[in-house]
């Protein structure tokens, strides 16, 4: 069967216990269909880059499946039918990766930054000027729109 990767984002105002039974109904659906799934991931809440239906955050969820391609559609209808989805992406995949999924892997980085240095102890900026230093601008550049009359 084919493999597929499947990322859900489920409404700002659900719980995360409601989010994570959306990945159990679909879930449901693909197994009811002939598929299985063969990981889940809750990746959490997080801001997305526009609004959705006037969501500026969304829960997001990934599924790896191994189904056949009736399972999928019938999963992405069901999902598009769902008040609480606003979106769904699936990608067929040659493969699964094994381990976590690039997402968690970042937020287990972000949980290991003590070894960062802070802000104040950042390396020379090298030959780029600051901002402070702009140079003679040259003329009288009459100020933010007063009265230009001459």
């Known amino acids: 069967m084919p493999l597929y990767e499947h990322v859900l984002i489920a409404r700002q105002d659900l719980s995360n216990a409601q989010a994570e039974g959306l990945i159990e109904h679909f879930s449901a659906v693909l197994a009811d269909n002939g598929g299985k799934v063969v990981g889940t991931e809750y990746w959490g809440v997080k801001t997305m880059a526009y609004k959705i239906n006037k969501n500026r955050k969304g829960h997001y969820a990934f599924l790896?499946?191994?189904?056949?391609?009736?399972?999928v559609l019938e999963m992405e209808r069901l999902a598009r039918l769902h008040d609480d989805?606003?979106?769904?992406?699936?990608?067929?995949?040659?493969?699964?990766?094994?381990g976590p999924s690039v997402q968690m892997q970042k937020r287990d980085e972000r949980s290991d930054r003590g070894d960062r240095p802070e802000r104040?102890?950042?390396?020379?900026?090298?030959?780029?000027?600051?901002?402070?230093?702009?140079?003679?601008?040259?003329?009288?550049?009459g100020g933010f729109g007063g009265d230009r009359r001459r």
Do not use: N, Q, Y
């Open 120 to 141: 104040g102890d950042r390396p020379d900026r090298g030959d780029r000027p600051s901002f402070g230093d702009r140079g003679d601008r040259g003329g009288d550049r």
């Open 64 to 71: 790896r499946t191994d189904a056949p391609a009736a399972a």
């Open 85 to 98: 989805v606003m979106r769904v992406l699936t990608v067929k995949v040659d493969g699964h990766e094994e």
